[in-house]
């Protein structure tokens, strides 16, 4: 009876000391781990205005960039991918405390107006996209679409199901694959990890030329298609899901043109795929023209390293509307200029 005891006793002992040493993850020491971001802003891009025209504020900082307020640092588990810990730093950078380990980190700044984030947990589903434009912009677009002339028809041209979304706004990404993370017994010992940020975006500028009647423009619209709905940053690839982008045009009135510079996810791929400048052009009075413009060419020329888009619009004829009009006024100039009626309500 005594060996007994003194046996089960001694098996005891044994899972005492097994478990003791046990490494259990909530009290393992972590590591001071210092964060240095360098963001690369400038998107190097130029655009030729008239000497009267200053390009827009919104517009500048899309090519000259804007430095952000804040950064998150997301730590992912490099097998599972799965989020292991998130800090919110400084733009520059700072000092995150995390378990030692192996890890890829990614980073990304806050403070965009339109690109929104979603499913960060995990480091393959993070994706970058933004919201589809409202109901009502659609239906109106749509209206447009189904009164046009025959040879402008949407349908023809194949982008008449893709998502309308709202331009993105740069985001700055940071990525590091398999980062060691030693542990460190001195609590003013750290790790210094040096990352480079770019936008995962691209900018183009776009100009038609030759137009006349600009004055006597209220409002241009310009839908761009055969673009990439998001982008997988977590991954650095691409989502193959199309889309069409909605963006503002302006008027240079001394310049004779119209113009604009926006950003996207980048193109859709494939020898198919087509890139059409779709625009409605607004009237003081009311009347509204479509005009349609293939840029697909200058969107796939290898030496168009500046992402210019130039096409004439020599068609374009924006006649002074009448007084007391208003309204939507119906008639036809060229196969690629029309005014409809769109339904109001």
Not at 145 to 165: C, H, L, R
Not at 314 to 322: G, L, T, V, W
Request: glycine fraction near 6%; charged fraction near 25%; proline fraction near 5%.
């Amino acid at each position: 009876m005594r060996r007994s005891l003194r046996y089960a006793l001694l098996l005891l002992a044994a899972v005492i000391a097994s478990a003791g040493c046990k490494r259990i993850p909530l009290y393992e020491l972590s590591t001071n781990v210092r964060i240095v971001i360098d963001h690369e802003l400038s998107i190097d891009h130029d655009i030729e205005l008239s000497a009267e025209t200053d390009l827009p504020d919104e517009y500048q900082v899309k090519i000259d960039g804007r430095m952000p307020q804040y950064v998150n640092v997301l730590f992912y588990d490099p097998e599972t991918h799965q989020l292991a810990t998130s800090r919110i730093l400084d733009a520059q950078g700072g000092v995150v405390s995390v378990p030692a380990g192996d890890y890829d980190i990614v980073i990304y700044n806050f403070g965009t107006e339109s690109t929104q984030i979603a499913d960060s947990d995990h480091k393959l589903h993070a994706e970058a996209h933004t919201s589809d434009i409202t109901k009502s912009m659609y239906d109106k677009f749509k209206a447009i679409q189904s009164n046009a002339a025959p040879d402008t028809k949407v349908e023809s041209k194949g982008y008449e199901e893709d998502p309308i979304i709202h331009e993105p706004d740069h985001l700055y990404v940071a990525n590091e694959r398999a980062i060691e993370i030693p542990a460190f017994q001195e609590k003013n010992e750290e790790v210094v990890i040096y990352m480079n940020s770019n936008t995962i975006l691209e900018t183009y500028s776009l100009e038609v030329l030759n137009i006349k009647g600009a004055e006597n423009i209220e409002k241009i619209e310009a839908f761009v298609t055969g673009q990439i709905k998001s982008n997988y940053f977590g991954r650095q690839e691409r989502n193959d899901a199309p889309a069409t982008i909605y963006t503002d045009m302006r008027a240079d009135i001394p310049g004779k043109r119209l113009y604009t510079i926006f950003n996207t996810f980048g193109k859709l791929p494939g020898e198919q795929n087509h890139i059409y400048l779709d625009i409605t052009v607004t009237d003081s009075g009311g009347g509204q023209y479509r005009y349609i413009y293939d840029v697909t060419d200058q969107f796939d020329d290898p030496e168009n390293i500046n992402h210019k888009l130039i096409v004439d619009g020599s068609e374009i004829d924006i006649p002074k509307a009448e007084l007391g009009g208003g309204g939507f006024a119906p008639s036809v100039d060229e196969w690629e200029d029309e005014i409809i009626d769109v339904p109001l309500g």
